[in-house]
């Protein structure tokens, strides 16, 4: 059975740098170190100095070797071409790594991807892509919330988000939202973001002020057209806004609870939905100039997304399987 080839070691590079110095042929120092004129003869053309091959020094070889090792070794982050399209299209249209790999390896579960593998193709090799992921950061980073001072509220009949039941909180039924507003800086004019808990299903709707009126119309006109089981509850912040919470749930036959002062994150999911809608309207956007047309794609953009935490299909999935099963 033939030997296996093996690199040369770096001793054996040193006694080769040494023989050779002192003016012994190849099948000298091949005697010496056991091994074929051949090997030494490929070790001298792959790793000699690269402009002067006249001399041979022992350490720059063995540099050379190990970094030819390590490229050779290194795994192609995404090997298809057609793959490659499918994230950079993907990308410009606003999607994450994480729900590109995770739809793509839904559609094609023989050639799974990771996100990580997007990630380190787009700094290694597309570059230009940068820009176009959520953050745009060169390091991933981790945000936190600031805690404030309680201060007290003034909503009529408030329930606290601590008696809202067991099967709101772990998501096990449809029909309960979470509800706020997003304000610009010049205007009056505010943007309601509602999003259904279980399916992450968002409508938008802009509203000419922050208004308790504004707020409760917009929210009974745009649930009201899905049936009792799809508008159970509703869980808002503590904003004045919020005042005719009564009103909306006599209209809708749903019930309302309200997160703690400065407790945003018990409101996760229109938040984090909040933050998508940002990349369309920063802050410095004026509302006022955003018209309805504008703001439908946005919706569409939210509801046909896929989501992680859905297995990857889009709320509009989720919520049209909800919407039929009610009815059947």
């Known amino acids: ?90 990308l410009r249209a606003g999607w994450s790594p994480e729900l590109i790999a995770g739809r793509w ?33 060169r390091q991933r980073r981790y945000r936190g919330y600031v805690r404030g001072k309680h201060r007290r509220v003034h909503i009529p009949q408030r329930v606290s988000i601590r008696q809202r039941p067991a099967v709101v909180q772990r998501r096990r039924q449809f ?18 973001i509602t999003v259904e808990r279980t399916a992450r299903y968002t409508k938008l709707a802009t509203l000419p002020r922050k208004g308790a009126a504004e707020m409760r119309r917009a929210l009974t006109r745009r649930l009201s057209q899905y049936p009792p089981g799809l508008r159970r509850s509703l869980t808002y912040d503590n904003g004045s806004e919020n005042t005719e919470h009564v009103q909306t749930n006599r209209a809708l036959g749903s019930r309302s ?3 703690e002062p400065f407790h945003s994150w018990q409101r996760g999911t229109v938040e984090n939905t909040i933050g998508l809608v940002r990349r369309f309207f920063p802050k410095q956007t004026d509302l006022a100039q955003v018209s309805k047309t504008q703001v439908q794609p946005v919706e569409r953009w939210l509801n046909h997304r896929p989501r992680k935490c859905l297995g990857f299909q889009t709320p509009a999935e989720v919520f049209k399987s909800a919407s039929v099963a009610l009815a059947g």
């Open 175 to 192: 029909g309960h939202w979470e509800t706020d507003t997003m304000i610009s800086r010049a205007s009056a004019v505010a943007l309601q």
């Open 105 to 137: 390896t839904r559609r094609h579960p023989y050639g799974a991807i990771s996100h990580e593998a997007i990630y380190q193709w787009v700094y290694a090799e597309a570059r230009h892509l940068v820009p176009r992921l959520v953050r745009a950061h």
């Open 257 to 259: 609870y309200f997160c």
């Open 1 to 90: 059975m033939p030997i296996p080839y093996q690199h040369l070691s770096s001793h054996e590079r040193d006694v080769l740098a040494v023989l050779r110095s002192r003016g012994q042929s190849l099948r000298q120092i091949a005697a010496v170190l056991r091994r074929a004129p051949s090997t030494l003869a490929r070790e001298l053309r792959r790793n000699a100095p690269p402009i002067y091959s006249g001399y041979y020094l022992a350490h720059k070889a063995q540099h050379r070797a190990e970094t030819r090792n390590r490229v050779a070794h290194q795994r192609p982050r995404l090997k298809s071409a057609r793959l490659r399209r499918y994230v950079a299209t993907r």
